[in-house]
């Protein structure tokens, strides 16, 4: 985005596509194809040995996806960009270039869910660990990092409760300790923030979100800004080092800005295998064409909305950025300049009970567990994603009994708060 001399809308509907060479088609087909016939055995071997870049199987590289990859990594100002089958795809695509047995990801305690159960449990497996820390303590986050540290990770609005992460100061973090900061920026989307700007070398997406927009696909992204120097020390040997899968090529020094992503097709991809398909592809390419549009009503919705929730007897407390009475209010202008997003949590006078008979009595409201639809949606942490944990854990995790989360949809907003209204009626009287 920094080097096009385009807008943002207008590369949200152009970026990457172009009229397509065989039939003209103006709108991106779906190439649903398993393989690509090559021009001769020199082609193919050529393709075989990254000498050229081309379409040889889908488990790597698909025309439909690589129009989304180009997309995505130009409205976050990226270099490249690899899709995969989800956001928690994405996730372990990012940290596999960087990580290996022993290593670890300093990593925010306030980061979905999902997540944390990944970092906290799943990624031991590899023999990869995380250290949770509160991103508010910069000293925490610096004391955290230890040599066998190989990033940095956080997300940009925290899901749920309206957390917004000061990129600059943790960025300033890693690049002392030599490492990515890797940022997950679902909940903002490149039109709210695009952390590139902020110091981060990598960013993270769920697309199954607001970049697809309508609920269909689950997919993910990783973007990689091209930035960081992988040779500047041997932190990072999978990028700097001989690979011995491809005659002993070295990442960095054959592809420089692009080695990240590279890697990520050429080894992430074709061993892990968590690719995206191609009418994925298509569905989030549709959506991504009115994120700026969809972005700025949801921003405008949740403002309205969570400024009437503020005010009314019934509720304890909101947590969205976007308010002025937020503590993230100043730090939500800097970072994310064109809104706090859409996703926040709403404590009810009434507790657990009234917020069950809440979620019970809303019409327009969906109770899902998802978030970042065209939609509104609510769900109630305590007595479903969080309903393991203990008193105490659902304090820390922003999910106590009173509280739901809500995705704010772009939806009628007068629509959106009579619903509430006649829910909360039901659910404190
Ligand atoms: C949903 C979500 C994820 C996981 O994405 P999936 O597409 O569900 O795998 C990761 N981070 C954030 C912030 C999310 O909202």
């Not at 800005?257 to 080894?267: D, R, V």
Request: aromatic share 8%; hydrophobic share 40%.
């Amino acid at each position: 985005m920094t080097n096009s001399p385009f807008g943002f809308d207008t590369l949200q509907i152009h970026a990457g596509a172009r009229p397509d060479p065989a039939t003209g088609a103006r709108q991106t087909p779906i190439y649903q194809t398993t393989a690509y016939v090559f021009r001769d055995a020199d082609h193919a071997a050529a393709l075989f040995n990254l000498q050229e870049v081309g379409f040889l199987y889908s488990r790597l590289t698909n025309p439909t996806v690589a129009v989304l990859q180009e997309r995505i990594a130009t409205l976050e100002g990226g270099q490249g960009a690899v899709c995969c089958s989800s956001g928690h795809a994405a996730q372990i695509m990012a940290l596999f270039p960087l990580m290996s047995p022993g290593m670890n990801v300093v990593a925010s305690t306030r980061a979905y869910g999902g997540t944390i159960t990944q970092f906290s449990q799943t990624i031991k497996r590899f023999g990869w660990s995380a250290k949770f820390v509160d991103f508010d303590d910069l000293e925490a986050i610096a004391a955290a990092v230890d040599e066998n540290t190989r990033a940095i990770f956080c997300e940009t609005i925290a899901n749920p409760g309206g957390y917004i992460t000061d990129l600059d100061a943790v960025a300033q973090i890693a690049d002392r300790a030599s490492i990515p900061l890797i940022v997950d920026n679902t909940s903002a989307t490149p039109y709210l923030c695009r952390p590139f700007e902020h110091g981060a070398s990598i960013v993270v997406h769920s697309t199954t979100k607001y970049l697809t927009g309508n609920g269909t696909v689950t997919g993910g992204a990783v973007v990689d800004s091209g930035t960081f120097d992988w040779s500047a020390t041997d932190k990072f040997p999978s990028l700097s080092q001989p690979e011995p899968a491809y005659h002993g090529l070295k990442f960095h020094e054959t592809f420089g800005p692009l080695a990240f992503t590279l890697h990520g097709i050429a080894i992430g991809l074709r061993d892990l295998g968590m690719t995206m398909n191609p009418q994925a592809a298509h569905y989030t390419l549709m959506g991504i064409e009115t994120l700026s549009l969809r972005m700025q009503r949801h921003v405008e919705n949740a403002i309205r909305i969570a400024e009437w929730l503020e005010t009314d007897p019934r509720i304890e407390k909101v947590t969205y950025a976007g308010l002025p009475s937020s503590p993230y209010f100043k730090r939500m202008e800097r970072i994310c300049p064109n809104g706090a997003g859409a996703l926040f949590t709403v404590a009810v006078k009434g507790g657990f009970d009234a917020c069950v008979r809440l979620v019970d009595s809303l019409q327009i409201f969906s109770h899902v567990a998802n978030l970042g639809d065209a939609r509104s949606l609510i769900i109630h942490p305590a007595s479903t994603t969080h309903r393991q944990l203990e008193p105490d854990q659902l304090e820390a995790a922003g999910a106590a009994p009173n509280v739901v989360r809500l995705s704010i949809g772009i939806e009628d907003a007068q629509d959106l708060i009579n619903d509430l209204d006649q829910a909360l009626t039901q659910a404190t009287s």
